[in-house]
């Protein structure tokens, strides 16, 4: 049997049955040879920590929607992800909508107790907005027996998310990754920002990312094109997987990183984005990663009825799942 068992698309349907995270089990119907689990997954719908359009407390089950079309085998990687990890939709964190501080540790501990809290199970958080990264890095954290380095962490994203405050509050969708380093579950000096692309509040708004050594590679450092070629430039990408190493990495992925014109439905869009297919791209190319945990968050199901927000999102999450499939491979 595969570690991941689905239903039969030829008998039932992919459009019929209870809508789990890319027709995964729901945890509780996991077969005992599958345990301990690869993966588990869960949404966090909440939005309390926006500072712009609310909505993405929708996202966990438009993603779920979404993701009945996702398949099992990956084609650039060839491997059927389902044969190599076990995973399970482990159902949605609880949260406290009218307070932010309430939901985070709720999240935090769901996530840490999530499927007996077995230290080789990895979590991949939907959001929710990005405030939500916060519970589940700390979370991913706990699981890897809290390395003193703090994790090494891939950030993809318009924005930087390392601002100290918003409206007088420290915890918000603008400032997860600036708590993670001051609370030591992220070492800023292996953490990678891709796709920022402004405009900014002020220049100081990079003073962090640069006082603390984070990467920040822009938009336009990955337009450049020597070679006048019509593709990506990566190799800043490339350069930071070769210092990185066999380090454990957390994947964090805003899908405002995406072209508003691909991906809408989310709260603080910024035009000149990447396109969907160089999204996946710049995922596919993580290959070799460890993986140390994982989200997908910031999808605003409302502001896109066309549904391909959540489609794409729900395709990133399938290859982040396939980056780890892929690394045990060996
Ligand atoms: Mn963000």
Redesign the pocket.
Known sequence: MPKTVLPDSRVSPRFAGLATFCRYPRLADVRPDNLPLDWAIYGVPFDGGVTYRPGARFGPRAVREASQYVKRFHLTHNIDVCEALSMADAGDAPVAPFSIHDTLDRVADFATELADGAPGTRLLAVGGD?SISYANIRAAYARAGEPASGLALIHF???L?TVDEVWGEKFS??S?FRRAVEEGFVDPRNMLSVGVRGPLNSADDLAFARANGVAVVSEIDLRARPSGHATLNLLPITQFLQRLGKTPVYI?F?I?VVDPAYAPGTG?PCPGGFSAAEAIAMLRHLAGVRLAGADV??VLPAMDPSGNTALLAAHVMFEILALDAVSRRA
């Open positions: 990005h994203d318009a924005h998310d969708h603008a997860p964090t805003d405002d603080t968050v910031e």
